[in-house]
């Protein structure tokens, strides 16, 4: 079974940085698009960034310049650098990838940014 376990999340303060880890297991990995996605409190769910299994990404307009997403095929793991971070990008942030009849989702994990 699909499993993602997000890890990384934590208070950091405005200006800071921190880095996000997916790790996966259940899924051929190397094969999958997978993405970051965050919610913050009285808010839809948001798509962040987007890696493709060919390394292709995509950030939305709010954080780009400042994230970084990444994967490590030989590891299972995808990565969210965030830099320069800002007290709106307080938000549980949820690991994601599609399976052929599901979507995947991990448990998220708290990023709190303090001004």
């Known amino acids: 079974q699909v499993q993602l376990v997000e890890s990384g999340g934590g208070l950091v303060q405005a200006g800071g940085s921190a880095r996000l880890s997916c790790a996966a297991s259940g899924v051929i990995f190397s094969w999958n698009d997978m993405a970051w996605y965050r919610q913050a409190p009285g808010k839809q769910r948001e798509l962040v960034a987007v890696i493709t299994s060919g390394g292709r990404t995509n950030y939305a307009d709010s954080v780009k310049g400042r994230f970084t997403i990444s994967r490590d095929n030989a590891k299972n793991t995808m990565y969210l650098q965030m830099n320069s971070l800002k007290p709106e990008d307080t938000a549980v942030y949820y690991c994601?990838?599609?399976?052929?009849?599901?979507?995947?989702w991990g448990q998220g994990t708290q990023v709190t940014v303090s001004s």
């Open positions: 994601n990838t599609d399976g052929r009849l599901l979507s995947y």
